[in-house]
């Protein structure tokens, strides 16, 4: 059965495939295949696509802006196209656009109204430019293939995507790298595999871990979250540190958050006091928060700052990128420090160093430490922004950051606590 291309990687035997594509002399950009096999002789078909990055592939990061990266796309501008489902029936995009907006309200420009139809213009953009997507593009291709032979009986094995060259100047792509589709695909796609045997995304935690309490009162809790388990319930996991923990502490508010991949110290409030207290902490700069991660490769210095603004990346969802302050970047701060080197056994050393936010932005130090303008050095492990991409799904290894260290004052006593925990990174 076909496994989402954003949450699954793909085979051995594709990887080998797409690798085996030649490529245009100096392209730069997206490329994507599809294989398929014809159930009944074996016989195989490999689809691919290209698509080239952007013409701001030549700028410099702080010369990008919102517009230039996601115009907004007024409904007349929108391009005429079919798309033929895996039901083997053609929809205008419109109908995909029908599906985005259904939940969207229909209030006067000056009464909200304009807020959603600034959103509509985003998506029509998002939806648009998506339909050069290579992963688009070879399921559309093989859905048309089917309903040009609908005597054979095509089954769809899998999909890749591969960035190839250098990284756009505000992201962070590896060449030779596969990654996952850009999100804001995904309704295109799931027209596109409408009437095909397909998994859904699929839930990293499918029970219940074990949450090493470090601290409880009758004002807060505080866990040593592992990796791979989201801090809050989200679409995809339905399973998070804070619906385990309520089975047995009661209702809980929410602090702060980890990332799904990051571990690491984090705190629940149990009272509505205690939890705006904690957050005007966490707010002004109350809290010392310490990072411990493991490098892809080793910095150039042993300590320094790294002062870059960062931005969503707004077609590519939860990604974020780096924005000027002007085009919309917020600021964002990190010091660093080098403990020590490691060189696993396959001989490629990495760096294991300290982090110390000073702001706490969506990603803040993956994007730091991976950004060419930062450490340049990715975090081990990072589907995002590393160079394993996808492949970092697999389950055999995991994002090497972890919350090692919190000092803040007690939210009903004022006593400055402070708790510390060692990271446990696999090798891979």
């Known amino acids: 059965m076909y496994a989402s ?3 699954v990687p793909p085979s051995p035997e594709l990887q080998i495939k797409a690798k085996a594509e030649v490529l245009p002399a100096d392209f730069q950009g997206r490329a994507g295949v599809l294989l398929c096999r014809l159930t009944i002789t074996g016989e195989e078909r490999l689809l691919s696509a290209l698509e080239p990055a952007p013409l701001e592939k030549h700028l410099k990061w702080n010369d990008l802006t919102p517009a230039m990266l996601w115009p ?3 409904e007349d501008r ?5 798309l033929m489902t895996g039901k083997l029936k053609e929809i205008p995009i419109e109908a995909v656009l029908a599906t985005i907006f259904a939940g969207y309200s229909n209030l006067p420009l000056d009464q909200g109204g304009a807020v959603w139809e600034k959103r509509k213009a985003q998506w029509r953009y998002a939806v648009a430019r998506g339909l050069s997507s290579p992963t688009v593009v070879v ?8 309903a040009a032979e609908p005597g054979k009986e095509w089954t769809l094995i899998g999909t890749a995507e591969r960035w190839i060259g250098p990284s756009m100047p505000h992201e962070m792509k590896h060449d030779g790298t596969f990654v996952a589709p850009v999100t804001s695909v995904k309704y295109l796609i799931n027209a596109l595999l409408d009437g095909i045997p397909h998994e859904d995304d699929r839930p990293i935690v499918t029970a ?6 470090l601290f409880e009162d009758d004002a807060m809790i505080v866990i040593d979250k592992p990796a791979r388990l989201a801090s809050v319930p989200g679409v995809r996991e339905a399973i ?5 923990l309520e089975k047995t502490a009661g209702p809980l508010r929410v602090v702060h958050r980890l990332d799904t991949d990051t571990s690491g110290l984090l705190v629940f409030a149990k009272t509505l006091e205690a939890e705006r207290i904690l957050h005007e902490s966490f707010r002004n700069g ?3 928060k310490r990072y411990v991660a493991r490098l892809e490769g080793v910095p150039d210095e042993n300590s320094g700052s790294i002062d870059l603004p960062i931005a969503l990346n707004s077609l590519d969802r939860p990604r974020q990128c780096v924005l000027s302050a002007q085009a919309g970047g917020k600021p964002s701060v990190t010091d660093w420090e080098l403990i020590r080197i490691e060189t696993p056994p396959d001989g490629r050393r990495k760096a294991l160093v300290n982090l110390w936010p000073e702001t706490g932005r969506t990603h803040q130090l993956r994007v730091h430490c991976a950004h060419a303008k930062g450490l340049d050095r990715p975090i081990d492990g990072d589907s995002f922004y590393d160079s394993q991409g996808i492949l970092a799904e697999a389950g055999h290894t995991r994002l090497c950051l972890h919350a090692a260290a919190l000092t803040f004052p007690h939210p009903t006593t004022g006593d400055v606590m402070t708790f510390e925990t060692d ?6």
């Open 72 to 74: 907004a796309l007024e």
């Open 78 to 82: 929108l391009p005429s196209s079919l």
């Open 240 to 244: 998070s540190a804070k619906s385990i």
């Open 139 to 146: 399921l559309e291709r093989f859905n048309r293939l089917r």
């Open 286 to 288: 109350t809290v010392l």
């Open 208 to 213: 219940d871990p074990a949450l090493p309490v």
């Open 423 to 428: 990271p446990d990174f696999s090798i891979f």
């Open 5 to 7: 291309p954003f949450t």
